[in-house]
């Protein structure tokens, strides 16, 4: 028995989709046979008794099979099968082209059935009242369906709705107000439309007015109680939509942004596409762009090594150079976690690359010339280091471990298995510095552009400022901080930072190994730096919060080693073009090569002896190196 019924699909019969069409067919003969009618009727001004018995004989004689087969061209025009709650234009296109079908069978079936002796089955003018109410009746059944769903969802969100207004008039913002408005989920009412095309002006989307341009975005908010406001032009340069959300920024409304012109290209514009405005749209600049198909072919079909690269910097790294092919790619980290998470990502993104994950740590010598042994690499990222200031601040000696004698074990492994080229992670920190993490970042740049004067390898550094998003940056603290109510710290009210995103620190580092002829210091031209507060004070209100109302602000002192600005490039270093003008680079500064590597064997015999305060040792290494002194504390810790 269980072998027969084996294979056996259960019929299971879905009784609502059933009376559903029943209902339907039913409603569509009635139109058939009152459309029929109602167009002889229409021909003698719906006056019966005018209506001549010649021609009523056709069409009564032809009605049986016109139904039967009207019913049949609807079902083939998928009349049956559409979802009417959505219907749009290919469904009204089937509908129109089903009537216009059945109203040329009809044409043909009465005059078959015409009497003898008539020269027409019926008036010229019925085959045209018969489509346009057969139409009439079609579209008034189906389209129901939309309007009436639309104004049952219209009647739900007055009970409980946002209030939404939508900046762009375009085809991004016509997709998201019909997305909306068709949503059975969705609990938003669209009050208003903001454009800067003055021709829009007064003009309706989806029956939603334009109501003018940037300028009326305050006076409408108020107007209309707006609770969010979308940013619906994908096409806008950062720099036009700075000057939109600097207006945007002063109401209590939270926004919502499309991503880029590409949603819109590849038709992926909709509600779920919206993503919060991030205070990164309102730091004042166009984002760096480098053409890096055409400076990464000296990547492909080389084996590269990224040390860290389970980190920001080092895991954007890899995902970067995993496009343009390289024979090998090598991620090396001490931590597992997220050198798994990137090996998955890159396992999947390109089952092709051959890729390499090591766990291992800098600072242990045999280990990382094992590594260059084995792979022997081409190029080198190094972007392993400790960067948290505050935390080095409290382990200088963890610092100098793995920032400076880590820098100075792999770039030696590099020199001495024909690694060609060589490229450091470096930071703005590392200029005039005022913390063990900066000053040990300023000796690892004096390490690969001493290395530089000795061996073939191509050492350079690159060095930036603050990077967004990354581990221990400010906005995910700020962002925590907000949803936990507040408050929002920041360490000073004056101080500044310069800021780039990711995938613009990555670029630039790229773009370096391109550049790159030995012993270069790339310098990046970050535009205006930027207040810290007042990137505090962005986010609360792009979050839908009033500054020291909703979310207060506390300034809790400037942490150790922290200073009020960051400078990227020393005095004494001048300043080179590149090819990208927005891309510098710094002379190498001369120094006494003989004393800098006795220095470096005192201090590393220091750390590994656990000195009390190594930063002495490590400001005759580094003279613009400016700190406290902080022996006190250490003794008290003790």
Known sequence: MRNENKGKKKFIINYQKFYRRTALIAYDIISIVASSFLALLFRYDFNLGEVQTEFLIPVRNFLGINILLTIFIFYLFRLYNSLWAFAGETELQNLVLACLTSSVVTGIGVNFFRLEGMVKAVPDSY???????????????RFSYRFLRSQKHKRQNRKNSVSVMIIGAGEAGNTI???IITSNYSTMVIRCIIDDDKNKWGQFIQGIRVVGGRDKIIESVDLYDIDEIFLAIPSASPTQIRQILEICKETSCKLRSLPGLYQL???EVNVSKLRDVEVEDLLGREPIRVDLDSILGYVQNKVVLVTGGGGSIGSELCRQIAVHKPSRLIIFDIYENNAYDIQRELQEKYPSLKLTVLIGSVRNTNRINAVFETWKPDIVYHAAAHKHVPLMEDSPNEAVKNNVFGTFKTAMAAAQNGTRKF????????????????ASKRICEMIVQTFNRHYETEFVAVRFGNVLGSNGSVIPLFKKQIAAGGPVTVTHPDIIRYFMTIPEAVSLVLQAGAYAKGGEIFVLDMGEPVRILDLAKNL???SGYRVDEDIKIVFTGLRPGEKLYEELLMEEEGLQETENKLIHIGRPIELDEDKFFVQLKALEVASKNECQDIRPMIQEIVPTYRYENRQAETENRI
Do not use: C, H, Q
Request: net charge positive.
């Open 540 to 542: 609360i209100r792009l």
């Open 127 to 141: 085959y045209f009242g018969y489509f346009f109410f057969l139409l009439l009746f079609m579209f008034a059944s």
């Open 423 to 438: 490229v450091l992670i470096s930071t703005d920190k590392a200029v005039n510095p005022t913390n063990i993490m900066g």
């Open 265 to 267: 290209v590849n038709g």
């Open 177 to 179: 107000i019909k997305e």
